[in-house]
Nanobody, 124 residues
């Protein structure tokens, strides 16, 4: 069983930055592909960023490329999402997710474990 706990959400103004972190309880964290998803009110959950078990491969949604950076620390069992140049349309609940295997999937139903989510609000 993998338990994921996010932290770092909050409220910022347009152009600001936030750093989200996700701590995993499972010592096999290093073999899990990790991803960040977000869901805004009234909208479907969408893929934001993903990172392979080694950290050598990353993938981003087009809407966040060049602004967000995903990283992981396999010693500390954490995955982070650095969010810069935030926009009001980035407002959502952000959740981290884990799956076995090395392939980064953009579909949420491919991920087995989920955190509870953390709110990010960007005001104009």
């Amino acid at each position: 069983q993998v338990q994921l706990v996010e932290s770092g959400g909050g409220s910022v103004q347009t152009g600001g930055s936030l750093r989200l972190s996700c701590a995993a309880s499972e010592r096999t964290f290093s073999i899990n592909t990790m991803a960040w998803f977000r869901q805004a009110p009234g909208q479907e959950r969408e893929f934001v960023a993903g990172i392979s078990p080694s950290g050598g491969t990353t993938d981003y949604a087009d809407s966040v490329k060049g602004r967000f950076t995903v990283s992981r620390d396999n010693v500390k069992n954490t995955v982070s999402l650095q969010m810069n140049s935030l926009k009001p349309e980035d407002t959502a609940v952000y959740s981290c997710a884990a799956k076995f295997g090395v392939r980064i999937e953009v579909r949420g139903n491919e991920y087995l474990y989920w955190g509870q989510g953390t709110q990010v609000t960007v005001s104009s």
